[in-house]
């Protein structure tokens, strides 16, 4: 492999490009921009405004980047100057009209220590002179210019004193030859006076004149940068350590342009990275070679802050290439002399083994603040190989020689890390500390311990057994970089085939740049951590575009991000889900499984640590509840529900059992009801359907033969009940009219004396008492009365609080009390009363609920109400008065399941649907 040492340095300074033309626009700069034959030549970087008007507005007003960028210093500062100018410009016309046919270029220059400046200038438009220009800028200074002058090779230069500004710090502004320049620096200015009578200019640099030639001229603006000149003006910004070493980066590349283009989610900047000819670039090493399409952001995962891959169209040219530049720039001897010392050592030849193993790809990446806070080593190198198998025997191989000229057991160097019981991988721990740094180049150090595993045809290598692990459950779970909405957004401003390709999110890696930007800039991050929140992708590409070297810069904004969501896991399914999940049982090991349907009908079985044991598609979607029963009657369960057409046996293997799913006789109008009459597994299966008929069968799917229910007048629009007081069963059901209570075999048990129109969306609830007279059976009508059906058929209206006709009602001991309260949840609203019509308490919510409340018992006294607002994306537990419970809201779009998925836990695990199809697991206290 050979594109062994790619320098930090460079990454970040080009990934943080399009901000950097920002950060040394200091105090009142106001105006931006300049032409070719003014501007010195030791220029870092040049931002050309076509039309300064069209590119300010473009960027106070559309760019949602910079309207969140634009509370903070320096970026307020700019902002502020922009709409100074602004307001000006709309009550002077001159200065409007000024402003309207100019060209304004900004260059950006290092004056030495730790100091740099920006010179900014003006052509003139036409029509213009220069006493008309200092006459414009004396009106708006407020200022006499020609009382602060002085001559300079005969040229003068005016001092101006800025508005408002305390420090009485000066402009210096020039006006010559159809050019007005303006700088804080009288040493730029100077320097821009004796450069336009200089032979050479900007235009004569071979490269810069080819990058301009390929300057997009109806574009927002353009910035150039000279990557030689760069690194001095970056090492203001940089740590003390990484701005010491920014000497070693000069010959990355020559000048390079972008073309910057706002919309108001995204600011790209696109253009052609030149090659000093004369000199020896690091970029020539990709001379001749095809980018290739990166896939390690597959298998990344989603917690990864930043990451920089590496792809390798021909590894022997780009080899090659590689050892050439090397020798250049006098490096090669150093990296082959530890490289030849360590294969002496072990009798090995390290370069060779990899190199016959390695495919396209080279990625180094590190994790985000979740692994920094549990102390977990959160760098990996990812090695794509052509052969998984083949590169994993060829690594045991290097390993076992090395082991044993180090007299080490190689059986100890294996590690095995289990993710749940049933999926374990292979971990190798190399006995020598960092071998991608002495393969790859310092670029590639891992510091401490390395430890080894495949995935597909990737060598995953990182400091601990933890962090591997880390690696590979986010990839159960397919939380991965892939499938993050941020990234995936991202991707879209990119070309799919690179050489070089760097991400990184704001909002999570201020810890990787800890190491390259001094600690203000790294404080001042951190404290508008809510500001970058927003902003979470930057990134940067190096492809190919015309047999030359092409960079893409992405900065991304996401709209409707809100924080990330403090899960035990979140597991990735195929699209969203409606459906509150299930906790089933696994009759193997007692613990918690969750069963659910996504939107497309599939169906899911996932584990305690969130892996996908299986999932398949159905046809329809389900419309019951989900059941388990042992239909074998050996301990062994089953999942049962049904669908509009079927009815469904399921094992926990995702095979149906013997002759399922069963056809129904018609559509099912309402779920269905299992009931278990003796508690001896002969279950019966209860489905109303829309020919106005109820259908019982036997767990094997045959219709039972002494059912007779003659059938209602309407179809049944709601769950059949069944109930037993005093050893006799009761059967209830209803139609948009009628109530039925039968005995078993369908026939009238207790005849209703009163027609009900019963409301569609609530159940029946049974109230016992200590004899059959005084017990009842409850439910509400359209209009929320409680209805109570006595065992005599006489009914009692009970009117508590008026609710429309799509209310949820239930009846449940909230307040611990021993007796049961009315449940009303009607819009936005949700009431709790005593039977005596005393109210517990009421809560409102900010938008109308859709879905039922569910009512939890978590011991003798303490009793909670759950509920989820789709539309606010939360969900909320309440306490019996009504309080929320710590740590509610959380984000979640379905109703929920808590439970205790290990029964090892004293925490009890939330099983929830997320936005972004990710099912999310909360521990709960």
């Not at 253009?271 to 070679?289: K, T």
């Not at 009657?633 to 049962?640: A, D, E």
């Not at 001896?680 to 008929?693: A, E, G, M, S, V």
């Amino acid at each position: 492999m050979s594109k062994k040492i790619i320098i930090p340095g460079v990454i970040v300074i080009l990934a943080i490009s399009v901000i950097i033309g920002f950060i040394f626009i200091r105090k009142k700069s106001g105006l931006i921009s300049n032409p070719w034959k003014v501007i010195p030549v030791d220029a870092a970087y040049i931002i050309r405004m076509n039309d300064y008007h069209s590119f300010t507005s473009s960027l106070s007003r559309n760019s949602k980047i910079w309207r969140n960028l634009s509370s903070i210093s320096p970026f307020s500062t700019i902002e502020h100057n922009i709409q100074y100018i602004d307001s000006i410009a709309e009550t002077n016309s001159r200065l409007f009209e000024f402003l309207r046919k100019s060209q304004v270029l900004i260059s950006g220059h290092y004056i030495g220590g730790k100091k740099s400046n920006i010179l900014v200038t003006i052509s003139f438009p036409t029509g213009q002179n220069e006493k008309n220009v200092i006459d414009l800028i004396s009106v708006i200074a407020d200022q006499n210019l020609r009382n602060k002058q002085r001559k300079y090779e005969g040229k003068s230069i005016f001092a101006v004193s800025a508005k408002g500004d305390e420090t009485n710090h000066n402009y210096y502004i020039s006006v010559f030859e159809g050019h007005l320049i303006i700088s804080k620096s009288v040493i730029l200015i100077e320097n821009a006076i004796r450069q336009q009578s200089l032979s050479r200019s900007l235009l004569d640099d071979e490269d810069f004149a080819r990058v301009l030639s390929t300057s997009g001229k109806n574009k927002d603006a353009n910035l150039f940068i000279d990557l030689r000149k760069f690194t001095e003006i970056a090492s203001i910004i940089a740590s003390d350590k990484f701005a010491r070493g920014l000497k070693k980066y000069k010959d990355f590349g020559g000048w390079t342009e972008f073309d910057i283009n706002i919309v108001d989610y995204q600011t790209m900047l696109n253009g052609f990275l030149m090659s000093d000819a004369s000199e020896n670039m690091f970029i020539d090493i990709f001379n001749d070679i095809d980018p290739v399409k990166i896939n390690s952001y597959q298998i990344l995962p989603a917690s990864v802050s930043t990451f920089i891959s590496f792809g390798i169209g021909d590894i022997k040219e780009l080899n090659s290439n590689y050892q050439n530049y090397l020798i250049k720039i006098g490096r090669k001897k150093s990296r082959d002399n530890a490289l030849n010392e360590f294969n002496n050592t072990y009798q090995v030849d390290l370069g060779k083994t990899f190199s016959e193993i390695i495919d396209n790809e080279l990625t180094i990446a590190y994790g985000g603040y979740t692994e920094r806070a549990l102390n977990i080593p959160s760098q990996f190198v990812l090695i794509k190989c052509k052969s998984g198998s083949q590169a994993e025997k060829n690594m045991e191989s290097l390993v076992k020689k090395i082991c044993r000229k180090q007299g080490t057991d190689f059986q100890n160097m294996k590690h095995i890390s289990s993710i749940d019981n049933d999926v374990s991988f292979k971990i190798i721990e190399f006995p020598i500390e960092n071998f991608t740094g002495l393969l790859f180049g310092n670029f590639f150090e891992l510091k401490g311990n390395s430890y080894a595993t495949f995935y597909g045809n990737y060598l995953i290598v990182s400091q601990s057994i933890d962090a591997l692990q880390h690696f590979l459950y986010s990839n159960l779970l397919n939380k991965t970089l892939a499938t993050n909405k941020a990234f995936k957004n991202f991707t879209n401003g990119i070309a799919q085939k690179t050489y070089f390709l760097f991400y990184t999110n704001l909002s999570r890696s201020s810890a990787f740049f800890e190491d390259y930007v001094n600690q203000n800039i790294i404080k001042e991050w951190e404290e508008n951590y809510d500001i970058f929140q927003n902003i979470q992708a930057l990134g940067f590409q190096i492809t190919e575009v015309s047999n030359m070297c092409y960079g893409n810069i992405v900065v991304q904004h996401l709209d409707d991000y809100k924080g990330k969501p403090q899960t035990v896991w979140e597991s990735l399914l195929d699209t969203s889900f409606v459906m509150k999940p299930y906790l089933v049982e696994n009759h193997y090991t007692k613990q918690k499984e969750i069963f659910l349907q996504d939107l497309n009908n599939t169906i899911y079985l996932i584990n305690k640590a969130g892996r996908i044991l299986w999932k398949q598609k159905i046809s329809e979607k389900i419309i019951s509840e989900i059941f388990q029963i042992d239909y074998y009657k050996n301990g062994k369960l089953q999942l049962l529900f049904c669908t509009e057409n079927y009815l469904h046996l399921i094992d926990r293997n995702g095979n149906y059992v013997e002759r399922y799913p069963v056809r129904l006789r018609e559509k099912a109008s309402a779920g269905m009801a299992l009931f278990d009459y003796e508690k001896n597994k002969n279950y019966r299966i209860f489905i109303p359907c829309t020919d106005h008929l109820v259908y019982a069968y036997s767990k094997e799917g045959n219709l039972i033969s002494g059912w007779s229910f003659a059938g209602s007048d309407y179809p049944i629009n709601s769950e059949i009940a069944h109930f037993r007081v005093f050893d006799k069963d009761y059967i209830v059901l209803a139609d948009k009219y009628r109530i039925w209570i039968l005995d078993r075999r369908g026939s009238v048990r207790v005849k209703v004396n009163e027609m009900i129109t019963k409301s569609e969306k609530n159940k029946f609830y049974m109230e016992a008492s200590n004899t059959l007279e005084s017990s009842r059976i409850l439910t509400t009508d359209t209009s929320g009365n409680v209805i109570s059906v006595y065992f005599d058929g006489h009914v009692v209206t009970t009117s508590i609080d008026e609710c429309g006709n799509q209310h949820f009602f239930d009846f449940k001991d909230v307040d611990a009390d021993g007796k049961k309260d009315y449940i009303f949840l009607d819009g936005n609203k949700l009431s709790v009363y005593r039977q005596n019509k005393s109210e517990i308490f009421s809560f409102d919510f900010p938008s109308a609920l859709v879905q039922r409340p569910i009512y939890f018992r978590f011991s003798a006294t303490d009793r909670k109400l759950g509920l989820v607002d789709i539309e606010e994306n939360k969900i909320y537990l309440l306490n019996n008065n009504g309080s929320i419970y710590k740590g509610f809201p959380l984000e979640g779009t379905t109703l929920f399941s808590i439970g205790n998925l290990d029964n090892t836990d004293s925490n009890f695990n939330l099983i929830v649907g997320g936005r972004n199809n990710f099912l999310y697991n909360y521990s709960v206290q």
